[in-house]
């Protein structure tokens, strides 16, 4: 089983960067997709970003060319890039990743991360 564990939120400006981590505690090769997921207070959960096996990415229309999913296979981690942040952006930020085992598929997230754009 795995745990993802987020890092990297914070306050910034309209306009700022940040860097979220996410630190997989198994093997990334035994995984299928990773990707992110935020969620505003009081909405659903919604998709930002996936990298599946292959190195293939797919992003929400609402972020392509500001947003860049990546991951480093060496240290079990994934990253979001946010650039160019605006303050509809301000979410809780949740690392995902799935895991496929016979006919069934196991997913797993973390804790999230606070996002918050603002001056």
């Known amino acids: 089983q795995a745990q993802l564990a987020e890092s990297g939120g914070g306050l910034v400006q309209p306009g700022g960067s940040l860097t979220l981590s996410c630190a997989v505690s198994?093997?990334?090769?035994?995984?299928?997709?990773m990707g992110w997921y935020r969620q505003a207070p009081g909405k659903q959960r919604e998709f930002v970003a996936v990298?599946?096996?292959?190195?293939?990415?797919n992003y929400a229309d609402s972020v392509p060319g500001r947003f860049t999913i990546s991951r480093d296979m060496y240290k079990n981690s994934l990253y979001l890039d946010l650039n160019s942040l605006k303050p509809d952006d301000t979410d809780v930020y949740y690392c995902?990743?799935?895991?496929?085992?016979?006919?069934?598929?196991?997913?797993?997230w973390g804790q999230g991360t606070q996002v918050a754009v603002g001056s």
């Open positions: 198994i093997s990334m090769h035994s995984l299928n997709a």
């Open positions: 995902y990743a799935d895991q496929l085992d016979g006919g069934s598929r196991i997913d797993y």
């Open positions: 990298l599946i096996d292959g190195g293939g990415t």
